[in-house]
């Protein structure tokens, strides 16, 4: 019952939410909480007899169990996901998967089991992106589809500035390395989370086997109009260019466009400018993101988004600039690392897709990697309101460790044939 | 032709705009740039033989002459506007008004003028608004419609919670008063100002006297939703409630909405949050001003808007608050200024109404005001391309500086009675 203690009672490093007053988690990455997270982290992974501890140059904490009975030189298996949270988060997205993760390492030491290959558990840092852009933000440059130097320059979504780096050397956590799959090998990534959607709820199941994700791609969009007095102007000028309304009227298009295409879309920010109460807005920045589950319906919607924006534009003498700032094709993971899931699961569990990105859909691009589902309430998350059981969360690990003995034997078959 | 060349040359204490590159003004109140154009301002006044200069406790620079013949007891006429700027400002709207006052002091000074009541310039603090709301900052307080301690604690516009008054001391422009009209009475007011609509242009009219204003209601909705994660949350959900979307909305409607009534709004800023790349944004809050010449109507459409946006709110599953932070009532100039400024233009004038407040709509509740048009260029203000001739700024100082001489023999008369 750790995991579930562990994830109430670590859900005190936390800063006040913006939006509610209890039951939430709000630790973005780099901030003096999520410092008291990591300080946490490397504690309990001390106590548990790590034999390795680093952290890499984007802050992401590995620490290394040697179970292994065998060859050390075999690349330990890896559970990770991350400590981090969005503004407004919920306890178990992101804690689930570390604090479980530490759960499963007590217990094979308690029980003094004896691997084939070690075990690396690993909190990675701003898997969200929630305060620095873009997410993912230290597995990306393990899986080599980024750079470090592009992770510590990732900039503020607030517009103050700031860099990820410097948020990560504020608080102590930027290390030496190493920082890819080539410079630290693993056989695979295994990582539980809580589902953001009802599958497992409906169907009455309480963990599940992650199949593969849903294609997301990322825009950010802007709108140039001209600088006029907010009280003067005359609205049925041919000058009055206003990017604000502009952009609003984008934001109830491209609302409607992906609902009547099966698809899911969120405009995850605004700003706009000059600052000030007596001035048209000349220009406003939106961002938004695009989800779809078939490859060729994503780019064809963001394409019809793009065009009816533009189309917007026009029509409000705006010009407009787009720029698609991620993407993430739909894919699937391993099947030999997902069926060691399923058959951890057995009958309590059922097939599921994730509807977002996780640090397991970057390094399932270099390793075997497969994920677990722990039963969520509603579809909630990142919201105080997100909720597993106790129940679920046991069960949840107790999958993970099963799922990463059963890929322990999988490996030493390979290793011996 | 003075006032026109410093204020070109007094253009150079402005930051880089974030529009354009060239012509503008950025000078917000309580900036470095603010600064350098408050200490020209003293230098000028003090090499002008100002016989008294005081700073106020809202940061206004009032500097007396005493060109009086006669009865020092007579309270002085002013002459006054703000230096400041809008982030993207022209170079005329403010500054014309108090160099323009710079170069009648001078005039009268050259030719040894004699008048009956002393004259004083005054440059007041944060007429614009742009860096902290509310606008007119100073001259509300001089007019007795707020309080020193409330102007102080003007909030910034771009939510960084630093204030006016903080700002105003770190540029040391704090004063110790008088404060308000009581303190330190003036028999009256006029103001230099470029017009911020077409119709001296049109009516091929170098100058104006102003007649009154049109009124004004500043409107601030917040939009409350729900957090949820932006990638996972199904679109048709119940209970997807996302506040830009619901905003979005309202924006188009209200502008339709004045549109429609022969008004004018403009929304003048937009924020929302939770900040991140992951997140329905929980809560928006959206700034409106609405303009309109008749009161029952900018009345009546405001009620209209708040109406409608409570209806779009509560279709998108939204709560919304909503304040009006400011309003100012259509009104009229006193009679017996305007007839001085209407005398002083002779036929190269003629009568205009301002759409927008300035310091003599604060100043215009105390004492006798009116106020001088200068011709602009297409109705452009808050503009780079804001423009005035060397010409029709010369011409307006020129009105100013007989429209206080034709108020002073006003005076006179009435003391002599």
Same mark, same amino acid.
């Given at each position: 019952?750790?995991?579930?203690?562990?994830?109430?009672?670590?859900?005190?490093?936390?800063?006040?939410?913006?939006?509610? %007053?209890?039951?939430?988690?709000?630790?973005?990455?780099?901030?003096?909480?999520?410092?008291?997270?990591?300080?946490?982290?490397?504690?309990? #992974?001390?106590?548990?007899?790590?034999?390795?501890?680093?952290?890499?140059?984007?802050?992401?904490?590995?620490?290394?169990?040697?179970?292994?009975?065998?060859?050390?030189?075999?690349?330990?298996?890896?559970?990770?996901?991350?400590?981090?949270?969005?503004? /407004?988060?919920?306890? =178990?997205?992101?804690?689930?998967?570390?604090?479980?993760?530490?759960?499963?390492?007590?217990?094979?030491?308690?029980?003094?089991?004896?691997?084939?290959?070690?075990?690396?558990?690993?909190?990675?840092?701003?898997?969200?992106?929630?305060?620095?852009?873009?997410?993912?933000?230290?597995?990306?440059?393990?899986?080599?589809?980024?750079?470090?130097?592009?992770?510590?320059?990732?900039?503020?979504?607030?517009?103050?500035?700031?860099?990820?780096?410097?948020?990560?050397?504020? #608080?102590? +956590?930027?290390?030496?390395?190493?920082?890819?799959?080539?410079? =630290?090998?693993?056989?695979?990534?295994?990582?539980?989370?809580?589902?953001?959607?009802? /599958?497992?709820?409906?169907?009455?199941?309480?963990?599940?086997?992650?199949?593969?994700?849903?294609?997301?791609?990322?825009?950010?969009?802007?709108?140039?109009?001209?600088?006029?007095?907010?009280?003067? +102007?005359?609205?049925?000028?041919?000058?009055?260019?206003?990017?604000?309304?502009?952009?609003?009227?984008?934001?109830?298009? #491209?609302?409607?466009?992906?609902?009547?295409?099966?698809?899911? /879309?969120?405009? %995850?920010?605004?700003?706009?400018?000059?600052?000030?109460?007596?001035? #048209?807005?000349?220009?406003?920045?939106?961002?938004?993101?695009?989800?779809?589950?078939?490859?060729?319906?994503?780019?064809?919607?963001?394409?019809?988004?793009?065009?009816?924006?533009?189309?917007?534009?026009?029509?409000?003498?705006?010009?407009?600039?787009?720029?698609?700032?991620?993407?993430?094709?739909?894919?699937?993971?391993?099947?030999?690392?997902?069926?060691?899931?399923?058959?951890?699961?057995?009958?309590?569990?059922?097939?599921?897709?994730?509807? /977002?990105?996780?640090?397991?859909?970057?390094?399932?691009?270099?390793?075997?990697?497969?994920?677990?589902?722990?039963?969520?309430?509603?579809?909630?998350?990142?919201?105080?309101?997100?909720?597993?059981?106790?129940?679920?969360?046991?069960?949840?690990?107790?999958?993970?460790?099963?799922?990463?003995?059963?890929?322990?034997?999988?490996?030493?078959?390979?290793?011996?044939?």
């Amino acid at each position: 019952m750790l995991s579930r203690d562990s994830i109430h009672s670590t859900a005190q490093f936390s800063a006040p939410s913006p939006t509610t %007053t209890s039951g939430g988690l709000s630790r973005l990455s780099g901030t003096a909480q999520d410092k008291l997270a990591r300080d946490y982290f490397a504690s309990q #992974i001390h106590s548990l007899g790590a034999t390795r501890y680093f952290i890499n140059n984007t802050g992401s904490q590995f620490a290394l169990f040697d179970f292994s009975a065998s060859m050390p030189s075999v690349p330990p298996i890896a559970m990770g996901s991350h400590l981090d949270s969005v503004e /407004t988060g919920g306890r =178990f997205d992101g804690p689930l998967g570390v604090l479980g993760a530490l759960e499963v390492v007590r217990s094979l030491k308690e029980q003094g089991v004896r691997t084939f290959a070690p075990i690396v558990v690993i909190n990675w840092t701003n898997e969200e992106g929630a305060r620095f852009f873009p997410p993912l933000g230290s597995s990306v440059v393990y899986a080599g589809q980024s750079s470090v130097s592009a992770a510590q320059e990732s900039k503020a979504n607030d517009g103050s500035g700031g860099t990820l780096g410097e948020a990560l050397r504020g #608080i102590g +956590y930027v290390g030496d390395g190493p920082n890819t799959f080539e410079e =630290f090998p693993i056989s695979a990534h295994f990582e539980i989370h809580v589902e953001q959607a009802r /599958t497992l709820e409906k169907a009455g199941k309480s963990v599940g086997w992650v199949t593969g994700w849903q294609g997301i791609s990322v825009f950010e969009m802007v709108f140039r109009g001209e600088d006029g007095h907010a009280n003067t +102007y005359a609205m049925d000028e041919v000058h009055r260019r206003d990017s604000l309304v502009g952009a609003s009227k984008v934001i109830v298009e #491209i609302e409607r466009l992906a609902l009547s295409n099966n698809g899911i /879309t969120t405009v %995850t920010g605004i700003r706009s400018g000059p600052v000030g109460s007596c001035n #048209i807005q000349s220009w406003t920045k939106i961002t938004f993101c695009l989800m779809h589950q078939e490859s060729s319906k994503l780019f064809a919607i963001g394409e019809e988004m793009k065009a009816r924006a533009l189309a917007q534009a026009k029509l409000g003498g705006l010009e407009m600039e787009v720029e698609r700032v991620m993407h993430l094709e739909p894919g699937e993971f391993w099947p030999e690392a997902v069926d060691c899931v399923k058959r951890a699961c057995g009958d309590r569990g059922m097939a599921a897709k994730t509807l /977002t990105a996780h640090d397991s859909t970057m390094t399932t691009l270099v390793c075997p990697t497969a994920m677990v589902f722990a039963r969520g309430k509603e579809g909630i998350s990142h919201c105080a309101q997100e909720w597993t059981s106790k129940e679920d969360c046991a069960e949840s690990a107790e999958v993970l460790g099963k799922a990463v003995l059963n890929y322990d034997e999988v490996l030493r078959k390979k290793y011996e044939a």
